[in-house]
């Protein structure tokens, strides 16, 4: 059981980076193209710049102050 559900997880994982790293394309290539990258990307970049405008700014740096202490604690942890 404890492996099936490892398997699940890693493949779970797999998906968000690989969706993510598609949210990076798109923001990489609005930002080379800028309006006239296409309808998808736009809407994509309003999107984001939504959900983004929902969180207050205090929010967005409470969330990256806990990325960057869960990837200094990750890699703290695997020195040990």
């Known amino acids: 059981m404890i492996e099936k559900l490892s398997i699940l997880r890693n493949v779970l994982f797999l998906v968000v980076q690989m ?10 290539i609005y930002a080379l193209m800028g309006e006239g990258s296409g309808g998808f990307v ?6 984001i ?7 207050g ?3 967005i740096v409470s969330l990256a102050i806990l990325f960057a202490s869960l990837c200094f604690l ?3 942890q695997d020195k040990l």
């Open 49 to 55: 710049a939504d959900i983004t405008s929902s969180f």
């Open 74 to 76: 990750k890699k703290y």
């Open 19 to 28: 969706l993510f790293s598609f949210v990076v394309i798109v923001v990489f």
């Open 42 to 47: 736009v809407s994509v970049i309003n999107n």
């Open 57 to 59: 700014s205090e929010t």
